[in-house]
């Protein structure tokens, strides 16, 4: 069976007890204070860049936390006070939107790309064709290998998909240590704990994880493709309808590209 660890995000993260008193404040109270924005683990070092630009702009900041879009998807549906969400995967929108939780489809924002990432001193073979992970199986070199869980993180379930088609998933199934988000998962390969991973090609590119190992794109076509898309939940307040403007933006969509995402084009 895969290893599962249960590491709390190193960005903040608000308590179920913080996000009922939240839910708890007066109307008033609630637009004064910085609007809440659930957003997938993939953006941990882009959104922050774009939050601090659109307070440069505005004058206003938004509370950002990071996690799962499946596990932010359930905390909403459960009233959970968030007012922009930002997954994933779209489907996780569409979700809420048929619950009558956002405010329309949302927006398709980026699309995400997933790689094969090695340590320093790795004696497995780079390649986003998965060739030389498939050898360290075979011989026995590959026994800890993290991706994030792939039960309710859309990067999850795409590294199983590649795995899956590259014919590994059998073989390195009980090797997996399974993030909870992809956050973590890409903290677990690029920290010694594992033997590498696959994580967003976001998170690759920056200069802790370039510093860490190697980095290799999978091709898309052995996965199904990681559309993400924002969305306003009901009751949003004049902040986060600012925030989420500010996302469709060409500086914002800037940012995204740089850390590569690839752009939604009207064909998307």
Not at 32 to 61: I, N, R
Not at 147 to 173: C, M, Q, S, V
Not at 243 to 266: D, S
Request: net charge positive; glycine share 10%; charged share 15%.
């Amino acid at each position: 069976m895969p290893y599962t660890i249960d590491q709390s995000s190193r960005r903040a993260v608000l308590t179920g007890a913080g996000l009922l008193a939240l839910g708890a404040l007066p109307a008033w109270a609630a637009e004064a204070a910085a609007p809440s924005v659930a957003a997938a683990a993939d953006l941990s070092s882009a959104l922050p860049e774009l939050a601090s630009l659109f307070t440069k702009q505005t004058g206003k900041s938004v509370n950002l936390i990071f996690g799962s879009s499946g596990a932010f998807t359930q905390q909403i549906l459960n009233g959970a006070p968030f007012e922009v969400f930002l997954s994933a995967d779209e489907s996780y929108v569409d979700k809420l939107a048929a619950a009558g939780k956002t405010e329309g489809p949302g927006v398709l924002y980026a699309l995400g790309r997933i790689g094969l990432f090695l340590p320093k001193g790795s004696t497995i073979a780079p390649g986003g064709d998965l060739k030389g992970l498939a050898s360290a199986l075979r011989d026995g070199r590959l026994t800890r290998f993290a991706i994030a869980n792939p039960d309710h993180a859309p990067y999850g379930r795409a590294a199983k998909e590649a795995l899956t088609k590259a014919g590994l998933w059998a073989a390195i199934e009980p090797h997996l240590v399974l993030g909870e988000n992809v956050a973590q998962a890409t903290q677990f390969a690029t920290s010694g704990s594992t033997q590498g991973g696959i994580i967003p090609q976001s998170l690759a590119l920056t200069p802790q994880v370039q510093a860490a190992g190697s980095f290799a794109l999978i091709p898309a076509d052995l996965h199904g493709p990681l559309r993400q898309r924002a969305v306003l939940l009901k009751g949003a307040g004049a902040t986060a309808r600012a925030f989420f403007a500010f996302l469709q933006t060409p500086p914002a969509q800037a940012v995204f590209k740089r850390y590569g995402f690839a752009q939604p084009t009207g064909k998307d």
